[in-house]
């Protein structure tokens, strides 16, 4: 069985189980529980895993696969049914497009250590990371906004009225700027979007509260 090494709250690991959960691919959930409270001896182990010591990582065989758009990469070539990529090619890289945006665009500028070095290293306060936060993830959406408004391809969801990659990237960023208090008004169709995917099984079953390790943390853990 395949194991995913995840955070509850991680927009990363949110897109991959979405993914796993979209095709139906049993595995088991592994906790970085005791990475995220600094236990020495699960970071040493666990650097041996990912150098980065960062989630998601996912464990299949002997393979140790990071990066979340290479993970779910992956699952698409093991696993192709039911694919998450559009058959044609514009359509797929259309959905790469969104997923880069995304990844690449608007998370390494809002992730939780970016934050943590904020107030570590250059004393800003909660309000000082905020408006930074919010800025960076409205600028983004506003991109994505843009790019959907003006797209032939976009159907019930990012791509079509199937979901793909897009969709499974689209949903954990929109969860994290809902939970940092960024306003959606300005963004209908990601609105329309995001109420779709939240009810379907898979986008249901990959939520953060419902993960094994949701109970673990203070609710101000990421802050």
């Known amino acids: ?6 955070y509850y709250r991680s927009t990363a690991s949110y897109r991959v189980r979405i993914a796993l959960e979209l095709k139906k691919i049993p595995y088991k959930y592994k906790s970085v529980y005791k990475l995220r409270k600094n236990d020495p001896i699960f970071t040493e182990e666990y650097s041996k895993i990912n150098p980065q010591k960062l989630v998601p990582t996912l464990i299949d ?3 140790h696969i990071s990066q979340s758009l290479a ?20 359509s797929r890289a259309y959905v790469r497009q969104i997923a880069l945006l995304i990844a690449c665009d608007i998370h390494p500028l809002s992730v939780m250590r970016i934050r943590r070095y904020f107030t570590s290293n250059m004393s800003l306060n909660f309000a000082q990371k905020m408006l930074w936060y919010r800025h960076w993830v409205n600028e983004g959406l506003q991109a994505l906004e843009e790019i959907m408004s003006n797209s032939k391809l976009r159907g019930s969801f990012c791509c079509g009225d199937e979901p793909t990659i897009a969709d499974a990237f689209l949903i ?3 969860y994290n700027a809902e939970r940092f208090q960024c306003s959606l008004e300005p963004y209908p169709i990601i609105r329309q979007i995001y109420n779709i995917c939240l009810n379907q099984p898979a986008f249901i079953a990959a939520q953060p509260h419902l993960q094994p390790d949701a109970s673990e ?7």
Request: net charge negative; charged share 20%; hydrophobic share 30%.
């Open 217 to 223: 943390y203070s609710p101000t853990d990421e802050y």
């Open 71 to 90: 993970i779910i990469e992956y699952l698409e070539e093991c696993y192709p049914q039911p694919s998450l990529l559009p058959n044609d090619a514009l």
């Open 1 to 6: 069985m395949l194991e995913l090494y995840s």
């Open 172 to 174: 954990p960023q929109v």
């Open 61 to 63: 065989g002997n393979a």
